[in-house]
């Protein structure tokens, strides 16, 4: 079966712009987490949703960032006024719920020149 | 937050060498589920295994073994035989709060390098 899918694959974009990154999680998947991952590290958990709503979001940096769910399926991580430091590879995962294992995405490498 | 230690930054073997990759994690949870994903150069996350903290039986798939110790908070991972294809990143993550919900905590991971 098809699995997590994230688009774009990478995304170039300049200081102070807005980008959306979106994830398609795997069918039947109730639970989708966001995570973000610089060079020579982990990946870092930025949000997750259970179902349309955020469980929890503590992960978020500051308020530029922010992520939707509507449906409950698909989900879209915004970022607005970006900026060099957010250059990173955007990870998303989805589980069965949310004491299952994460099933993780190829990822979006994000540049801000 | 749970953490995560993984003391081998890098660890580089010869093919067919066994080796072991270790994780040591704090946590106040008692009931919590451990996880290790592997990272290989195409940057996509793979699921590897998925461990309740009730379970302290070792586990082995394969090549692949993992050796649980509750008592001194381990959840080492070791390869046998190893193969060129087992070179990548190995991350050992401990999910955030109790019975594995919310986000994984993930350490700095260990780059294993497997030469010909």
Not at chain 2, 19 to 30: A, F, G, H, S
């Amino acid at each position: 079966g098809a699995g997590v899918s994230q688009t774009p694959s990478n995304k170039v974009t300049e200081k102070g712009k807005y980008v959306e990154l979106r994830c398609d999680p795997i069918s039947g998947h109730t639970a989708l987490y966001w995570y973000r991952q610089s060079l020579g590290q982990g990946p870092e958990f930025l949000i997750y949703f259970q179902g349309t709503g955020a469980a929890d979001d503590s992960g978020l940096p500051n308020d530029r960032f922010f992520a939707v769910r509507p449906e409950g399926s698909v989900s879209t991580l915004k970022i607005q006024r970006t900026e060099r430091g957010d250059s990173a590879v955007y990870l998303c995962a989805s589980s069965i719920g949310i004491t299952d294992t994460q099933y993780f995405g190829p990822g979006t490498r994000l540049t801000v020149l | 937050a749970q953490k995560v230690t993984q003391a081998q930054t890098e660890i580089s073997v010869v093919e067919k060498e066994d080796v072991t990759l270790d994780c040591v994690y704090e946590t106040r949870d008692t009931t919590y589920y451990l996880f290790w994903y592997k990272q290989p150069p195409s940057g996509e996350l793979v699921f590897l295994i998925r461990r309740n903290s009730f379970d302290e039986q070792n586990e082995i798939s394969g090549r692949y073994s993992w050796n649980f110790q509750k008592s001194t908070s381990s959840f080492n991972f070791t390869i046998t035989a190893s193969q060129v294809v087992d070179s990548a990143v190995y991350f050992c993550a401990p999910p955030e709060g109790g019975g594995g919900a919310d986000g994984l905590t993930f350490g700095k991971g260990t780059h294993l390098i497997i030469q010909p």
